[in-house]
């Protein structure tokens, strides 16, 4: 039975529908969460503590199932040139014509090679744990390595770009405001 649409969402609204169907989250809202937590991201750091970062993310993870992703990270330094970060995110995954809801939970570490600003772009390599659930396939863990590179300070912000492998290859862009000292 094909399916309507109604706007961004899948009413469900056929013959055979689930009863407590749900709808998904589109790429769209996704996007609109990475812009608006972006917009955000620079007031909210100024309220936490200057050790911790927060940063805004958009990322595509592909392997068996694909899926794109809109999220929130804050970092806090655990050392000269090492950030902890906590990202959080969700979005679609897409599957042989089946999708459904994406999320995940990743703690991943950035050694960091310019942590003072002395260099426009200054390259990072990355390794940690994720949680990551498609409606798909369910919840499972992932290993996760990555190479990024973070670009100049411009109004406060850090423009970030990152790929690298943690259940299929992924790819990442991003913002994160700047700490008061260094990156």
């Known amino acids: 039975a094909h399916r309507h649409r109604v706007g961004d969402f899948d009413r469900r609204l056929h ?22 937590s972006s917009v955000s991201a620079h007031g909210v750091s100024a309220q936490l503590e ?8 958009m990322d595509v993870l592909a392997s068996r199932i694909t899926a794109a992703q809109g999220g929130v990270e804050v970092s806090t330094s655990v050392g000269r040139n090492v950030r902890l970060a906590l990202v959080t995110a969700a979005g ?22 310019d942590p003072e600003f ?17 409606h798909i396939a369910d919840w499972r863990g992932t290993l996760i390595a990555l ?10 912000v850090v423009p970030f770009a990152e790929a690298g492998v943690g259940g299929g290859v992924r790819l990442g862009l991003g913002f994160r ?3 008061r000292a260094g990156r």
């Open 177 to 179: 405001a700047t700490r």
């Open 118 to 134: 002395t260099e426009r772009w200054a390259p990072y390599v990355g390794a940690g744990l994720g949680l990551r659930y498609d």
């Open 15 to 36: 013959v055979g529908a689930a009863p407590a169907a749900r709808a998904h989250v589109t790429a769209r809202w996704a996007l609109a969460l990475v812009l608006a």
């Open 92 to 113: 679609d995954s897409w599957d042989d014509g089946r999708s459904g809801l994406s999320a995940r939970g990743d703690l991943v570490g950035r050694f960091l090679l």
């Open 50 to 57: 200057s050790r911790f970062q927060v940063g805004a993310r």
């Open 147 to 156: 190479v990024g590179v973070e670009g100049p300070n411009w109004k406060g």
